[in-house]
């Protein structure tokens, strides 16, 4: 049964989505919205994609957290513009959120902006934010059956980032089963197994947002 104050809330986002989508488009901005679970190195990510790329792009990122400052305060130690969204105990980032933290950039000569959502493997999937794609993040340290179990996240990803492959040899984690499920999930997804620590696999994730980038102009 589908409870009607969800469904309102999600056809209300939809509408703010179409706009922020335009909005993004005029500007020829590249929006990307990264989701995990809590702990898969969504920021570590970040903070490497922006320092090894900010000779490159221009990038800002939200940061979507239920409490504190502290991952927007590692973003912007890398130079990056950095607007910190507490959703207070919500579950993932809305339109309205986006819009509210809009007004703190500048997409005038925005190359990349990030989103970086709320650490979770349901609710981000489901309310879109005006993003030419999705990116899901799973680490190693999780289970590699996570694609089965979660199945419209890596569905509707345009990408995924298999992080922390430095473990692989401490953890019982299948990359090529992770792998499998996913693409059942979805047979055009991009696949991405990088370590932030090391930096190993970063060259095709950067080649990736390099393409990503140019297709937005």
Same mark, same amino acid.
């Given at each position: 049964m589908e409870i009607p104050i969800v469904r309102n809330l999600l056809e209300a986002n939809k509408r703010i989505s179409k706009d922020l989508k335009r909005r993004f488009d005029e500007k020829k901005v590249l929006v990307l919205n990264l989701m995990s679970s809590p702990g898969a190195g969504k920021t570590s990510l970040l903070e490497r994609t922006l320092r090894?790329? !900010?000779?490159?792009?221009?990038?800002?990122?939200?940061?979507? #957290?239920?409490?504190?400052? +502290?991952?927007a305060r590692r973003v912007a130690a890398t130079g990056a513009q950095a607007v910190q969204v507490n959703t207070d105990g919500g579950c993932h980032l809305d339109g309205n959120m986006i819009q509210a933290a809009l007004e703190s950039i500048e997409l005038d000569g925005l190359d990349i902006l990030f989103i970086e959502n709320v650490g979770n493997l349901v609710c981000p999937a489901e309310f879109d934010l005006g993003e030419d794609a999705k990116i899901t993040l799973l680490s190693v340290a999780e289970g590699d059956d996570k694609p089965e179990k979660y199945p419209l996240m890596f569905?509707?990803? !345009?990408?995924?980032?298999? +992080? !922390?492959?430095?473990?692989?040899?401490?953890? #019982?984690?299948?990359?090529?089963?992770?792998?499998?499920?996913?693409?059942?999930? +979805?047979?055009?997804?991009?696949i991405f197994p990088v370590s932030c620590r090391t930096g190993e696999g970063l060259a095709p994730w950067y080649d990736w947002l390099r393409r990503e980038r140019v297709a937005k102009l």
């Open positions: 090894d790329l !900010k000779a490159e792009f221009r990038m800002a990122v939200i940061e979507g #957290d239920l409490q504190t400052d +502290n991952d569905h509707i990803s !345009k990408a995924m980032v298999l +992080n !922390k492959v430095d473990l692989l040899p401490y953890v #019982d984690f299948d990359l090529e089963k992770a792998k499998g499920h996913a693409r059942r999930l +979805n047979k055009d997804l991009a």
